[in-house]
């Protein structure tokens, strides 16, 4: 898988959780965290672990508590932001 496949994903859903990114993808938890981490980096998404609505005792999987929102570039939730798509 690609950054981009990953990045066009979460673009669309605008969140998902590492357990639904790492089905959708068929990859392990750990490998789907590797590739967030870069996008997180970069600024591009963000975790939202503090908006759950169960309150986040701590006692679920981080797999399906660790939420993972597209936000794009600069606040554009547009991935090409301006670029043409091939």
Not at 57 to 84: M, N, Q
């Amino acid at each position: 898988m690609l950054l981009t496949d990953l990045r066009d994903y979460l673009s669309a859903r605008k969140r998902a959780s590492v357990m639904d990114l790492a089905s959708h993808f068929h990859m392990e938890n750990h490998a789907i965290e590797g590739l967030l981490a870069m996008w997180v980096s970069k600024g591009r998404v963000r975790r939202l672990r503090d908006h759950l609505p169960c309150g986040t005792c701590g006692k679920c999987e981080s797999a399906l508590t660790d939420i993972y929102e597209w936000i794009g570039v600069d606040g554009c939730p547009d991935p090409f932001h301006g670029r043409v798509k091939r």
